[in-house]
Structure formats: C-alpha cells, structure tokens
C-alpha cells in the first residue's frame, strides 16, 4: 500500500508526514490527541543512515514531546546487504536504534508498530518487534527470510523447506503465520483509524508474544520453557 493512501486512512483528523529518502517522519492527530508518526517506504533496507535517522526522531520525541505515542510505519526489506554498512558496523546502529525504542517505552512513550506493505529480518527486529504491540495490513509481506534464500544458506533443499512451511510458522511468510507465533497482536481491516485508536488505548502488560503463541498453537514451546526457568529461578532464590 501507498503511505499516503495509508496515511490518510490512518489519520482522517490531520496528518503532516514527510518523506525524504524513504524515511517517514511527522506528526498526526488520532482520537484529538498527537501522536508521532516514524517509518520507512520503498521497501528500503535499513542501513546506517535510516537507523540514525529513526533513532535521531524517537530521541528528539523523548525529548521535547514527553508520553506522546510513537507509530512505526514499516516497510522494508531487512537489513542493508553492503560491505560499507557492514565496515561502518550497521549492528552497532541497528542496535542504537533498538535501545532509542526502548528508552521511549521507559519513559512512558506508548509505542505502535504498523507493517503496511513487506517486513524482513534486522529491519523488522528493530522497529516493529521492539513495539509493545505490533499488527499489520492483511497483504503485507513479512518474514524472516525467502525461502530460496534460507534454501541456499541452510543447504537444505527448497522443496523440504516449502513443506515444512505448510505445518510450521516459523518458515512460511505472510501476517497470519506472524499472528499464530504471537508476533503480531492482530491483522488489521476496515476501519484503520479505529483500529488505531483502540490499540493506543489498549494497556501494555509486558512482552506477551510468547504467551499468545503457545494460545494461538504458533509457538508451542516458548511459554512453557519461560516459565520453567522462572519457576527454577525462584525455587533456586528461596
């Protein structure tokens, strides 16, 4: 989908999103309060530049607009592949921008992830798995990596990996296997403003992915094996 088209979807109210370079930066009005609008367009990969650009406007939101709700609008197609980002250490600035996310939720900043159109691998870890709650568009493109791809690095043939895509969530793409491992809170249709509106509202209780996977049959072991090192933990303390 078009970030515009997007855009004016999102925000009927009023909305004052740039683009420049296929960066997203702006501000937009939901339920008549301000929230601030950060993403990526073009299914652009994240190299150094972008990841400074994202985390330079969640710090400045932290800093001159305190407790207003981050929306990352997102669309990429993962991590930039190039020897320069990868000299210059592209972990490093993915990793500031992750811990920048962070910060704004420990300062009271709720924040939104919104996959509108394709979501890979690095892009997609530091921008809508670092949100308190993430959903997407039902045509969006989200995985970890393409099959062929996972084929050629793994040496395993594509054909088995195809099939084990079928019963496993964990190697076929699209939101609805996303929504079953619990990295999606949910898909979003009709009405997108009210839909954000709710989920702006909606109380954060912690980091509940591994729960709604073992719930939604996606992620069957995550939960289970958290609460035994929990349960272990506390049995070892005492």
Same mark, same amino acid.
């Given at each position: 989908?078009?970030?515009?088209?997007?855009?004016?979807?999102?925000?009927?109210?009023?909305?004052?999103?740039?683009?420049?370079?296929?960066?997203?930066?702006?501000?937009?009005?939901?339920?008549?309060?301000?929230?601030?609008?950060?993403?990526?367009?073009?299914?652009?990969?994240?190299? #150094?530049?972008?990841?400074?650009?994202?985390?330079?406007? !969640?710090?400045?939101?932290? %800093?001159?607009?305190?407790?207003?709700?981050?929306?990352?609008?997102? /669309?990429?197609?993962?991590? *930039?592949?190039?020897? *320069?980002?990868?000299?210059?250490?592209?972990?490093?600035?993915?990793?500031?921008?992750?811990?920048? #996310?962070?910060?704004?939720? %420990?300062?009271?900043?709720? !924040? !939104?992830?919104?996959?509108? /159109?394709? @979501?890979?691998?690095?892009?997609? !870890?530091?921008?809508?798995?670092?949100?308190?709650?993430?959903?997407?568009?039902? /045509?969006?493109?989200? %995985?970890?990596?393409?099959?062929?791809?996972?084929? *050629?690095?793994?040496?395993?043939?594509?054909?088995?990996?195809?099939?084990?895509?079928?019963?496993?969530?964990?190697?076929?793409?699209?939101?609805?296997?996303?929504?079953?491992?619990?990295?999606?809170?949910?898909?979003?249709?009709?009405?997108?403003?009210?839909?954000?509106? @709710?989920?702006?509202?909606?109380?954060?209780?912690?980091?509940?992915?591994?729960?709604?996977?073992?719930? *939604?049959?996606?992620?069957?072991?995550?939960?289970?094996?958290?609460?035994?090192?929990?349960?272990?933990?506390?049995?070892?303390?005492?």
């Amino acid at each position: 989908m078009d970030w515009k088209k997007l855009a004016d979807q999102l925000f009927p109210e009023w909305h004052a999103i740039v683009e420049q370079d296929d960066f997203l930066c702006g501000s937009a009005q939901v339920g008549g309060a301000a929230v601030a609008v950060i993403g990526t367009t073009g299914h652009t990969p994240i190299g #150094v530049e972008i990841a400074l650009a994202q985390a330079k406007a !969640i710090l400045r939101t932290v %800093r001159e607009y305190p407790g207003m709700p981050i929306l990352m609008l997102i /669309d990429t197609q993962g991590q *930039r592949l190039r020897h *320069r980002d990868e000299m210059l250490g592209i972990n490093s600035y993915m990793a500031h921008l992750g811990k920048c #996310v962070d910060l704004a939720r %420990r300062n009271g900043h709720k !924040i !939104i992830g919104l996959v509108y /159109d394709q @979501a890979l691998s690095g892009g997609f !870890i530091t921008s809508g798995l670092m949100a308190d709650a993430c959903y997407a568009l039902p /045509d969006a493109t989200i %995985r970890v990596m393409g099959l062929p791809a996972m084929a *050629r690095i793994t040496k395993v043939p594509e054909e088995v990996l195809t099939e084990l895509a079928k019963a496993n969530p964990v190697f076929a793409p699209g939101p609805e296997n996303y929504l079953r491992m619990g990295g999606l809170e949910a898909i979003w249709e009709g009405d997108l403003a009210a839909q954000l509106q @709710a989920a702006l509202v909606q109380s954060t209780d912690g980091d509940r992915r591994s729960a709604l996977g073992l719930q *939604r049959g996606g992620r069957r072991l995550a939960q289970p094996v958290i609460d035994a090192v929990m349960t272990d933990g506390h049995v070892r303390s005492a």
